[in-house]
T-cell receptor, first 122, second 115 residues
Framework: DTGVSQNPRHKITKRGQNVTFRCDPI?????LYWYRQTLGQGPEFLTY????????KSRLLSDRFSAERPKGSFSTLEIQRTEQGDSAMYLC????????????????????FGPGTRLTVL | AQKVTQAQTEISVVEKEDVTLDCVYE???????LFWYKQPPSGELVFLIR??????QNEISGRYSWNFQKSTSSFNFTITASQVVDSAVYFC????????????FGKGTKLTVNP
């Protein structure tokens, strides 16, 4: 399996601009999570999807943030009218909820992370 | 609510020393999972271990070992004979059963191993 991938790895933008990040999860994983990590802190949960359904959003996710996972595969996170406080590392993780089609439970439910997208808002 | 505390912000050791990273968690749930992740300078979080709340057996994997004690709500991580490549930020995380099963992370401990 290839791991979780995220693009772009770095994004520098001016305040007020819109940005969009993409996450491609591990192929058979049905859950996809977005986290935000600021300097010196641990990652904080933003939202998650089970297949294409967005089932929970954190209070950290203001109305300027929107996430989609249209076909239950890749996901996008868009930030509108960026602010300097949005500068952070945005991490995507995926996991398999339930039993793997092969029947092997293995490390199901363990979240595997991508390399992150570092956003700098000037 | 769940909480994870990693009291050690930074630790610096000399190569070949043993080092223990502390993790204390809080939850009222009886079914939960504890994790350790490593974040090297490249930024990607690398999964190291998962333990569930019903399994207090300690685990050893090479130079890494984990001590899970429900009585003290701790899940400590020891690196034996540390190496420069172990330099990274290490995060302890908690996940409860049900719902989103999101991870709640501590603030991390930055480990620097000097040659």
């Amino acid at each position: 399996d290839t791991g979780v991938s995220q693009n772009p790895r770095h994004k520098i933008t001016k305040r007020g601009q819109n940005v969009t990040f993409r996450c491609d999860p591990i192929s058979e994983h049905n859950r996809l999570y977005w986290y935000r990590q600021t300097l010196g802190q641990g990652p904080e949960f933003l939202t998650y999807f089970q297949n294409e359904a967005q089932l929970e959003k954190s209070r950290l996710l203001s109305d300027r943030f929107s996430a989609e996972r249209p076909k239950g595969s890749f996901s996008t996170l868009e930030i509108q009218r960026t602010e300097q406080g949005d500068s952070a590392m945005y991490l995507c993780a995926s996991s398999l909820k339930g039993v793997h089609p092969s029947g092997f439970q293995g490390m199901a439910d363990t979240q595997y992370f991508g390399p992150g997208t570092r956003l700098t808002v000037l | 609510a769940q909480k994870v505390t990693q009291a050690q912000t930074e630790i610096s050791v000399v190569e070949k020393e043993d080092v223990t990273l502390d993790c204390v968690y809080e939850t009222r749930d009886t079914t939960y999972y504890l994790f350790w992740y490593k974040q090297p300078p490249s930024g990607e979080l690398v999964f190291l271990i998962r333990r569930n709340s019903f399994d207090e057996q300690n685990e050893i994997s090479g130079r890494y070992s984990w001590n899970f004690q429900k009585s003290t709500s701790s899940f400590n991580f020891t690196i034996t004979a540390s190496q420069v490549v172990d330099s990274a930020v290490y995060f302890c995380a908690l996940r409860v059963q049900g719902g989103s099963e999101k991870l709640v992370f501590g603030k991390g401990t930055k480990l620097t191993v000097n040659p």
